[in-house]
């Protein structure tokens, strides 16, 4: 094996279980991806995938061990690239964060603002994504994080607890009244996630406590049941950091949902908590989120 390349795109399909999706995390198009593989298995004479219905790619023993080998590979050039990072005093060059959509809506961007004015040379590329992004790969140098990180090689803090609360716009609650209890919800018109999501302690909730016939609205993004809810569609259930900074919104019942209550972390890899940019994003945008703690924790209400 002369080329890294190979044993990257032998590993991404091992990982995506199809061609299309290593391709895209390769950033290279499929005939590309397509064409490598094919060349590789002729060169190797061996078949590294089966190719199954419906795209999937089946790692084959010899796949799995190719695989495996460049994992270890990756793995040694990620720690060296960590290593190097890690000692890079400069407060220059780019800084890769992650945090869900709802988060970079209501309260991070202004306060990226804020350390780009202080931190010029820093350049800073949000990845808005509510899936959990690998420090240890470098998908990112920090992640925002709703739950405390359980990986031994991360290091970080918690800024705040985090309360939910349900929301609907005044002129909603003053047609139809304002909720007496949680339970009261259930005649009401709400806003919910997709049907069928499950591991979202929010979309649990309202899928415990409201039947079927009363959610009149869905969608995956609590930006958008924001904007619902805005719209008078209804009763949503959402992080009280959105929805008591949001103009148009009022809570539907005063106090929090204790059963859903979470937690706000600012992590980063250990390896690369002395960068110089590292540790000025924390020292700044984390004291940021720690000073709207109150705002957090339902207590700006």
């Known amino acids: 094996m002369e080329d890294w390349n190979d044993l990257k795109l032998v590993l991404a399909v091992h990982r995506a279980g199809s061609l299309t999706q290593a391709a895209q995390a390769l950033a290279i198009d499929h005939s590309t991806a397509f064409r490598r593989l094919k060349a590789l ?141 949680a339970d009261d919800i259930d005649r009401h018109a709400v806003i919910g996630w997709e049907a069928g999501i499950a591991g979202i302690a929010a979309a649990d909730w309202l899928g415990e406590h409201v ?23 209804g009763i949503t259930l959402l992080p009280c950091y959105l929805g008591d900074s949001e103009a148009g919104l009022a809570r539907a019942l005063t106090t929090p949902i204790a059963e859903i209550a979470g937690e706000l972390w600012i992590v980063t890899h250990v390896d690369l908590k002395q960068t110089a940019r590292v540790r000025a994003f924390f020292d700044l945008v984390g004291e940021s989120f720690v000073r709207e703690r109150d705002l957090f924790e339902g207590r700006r209400f």
């Open 41 to 181: 298995e002729t060169r190797l004479d061996v078949r590294l995938f089966e190719r199954l219905p419906g795209g999937v790619y089946q790692t084959t023993p010899a796949g799995a061990r190719m695989a495996a080998g460049a994992e270890r590979m990756e793995d040694e050039a990620l720690a060296l690239d960590r290593d190097i990072v890690g000692g890079d005093h400069r407060l220059s060059g780019q800084l890769r964060i992650t945090s869900s959509e709802t988060l970079a809506y209501s309260r991070l961007t202004s306060h990226l603002a804020s350390f780009r004015r202080v931190h010029p040379g820093i350049v800073v590329e949000l990845v808005i994504e509510n899936r959990v992004l690998s420090l240890s790969r470098r998908e990112a140098d920090i992640a925002l994080r709703p739950v405390r990180p359980k990986e031994g090689e991360l290091w970080g803090r918690k800024l705040a607890d985090m309360a939910w609360a349900l929301y609907a716009a005044p002129d909603y609650l003053e047609a139809h009244g304002a909720l007496h209890g």
């Open 211 to 233: 039947s079927p016939s009363a959610f009149v609205y869905r969608s995956n993004s609590l930006v958008n049941q924001s904007i619902a809810a805005k719209a008078g569609v």
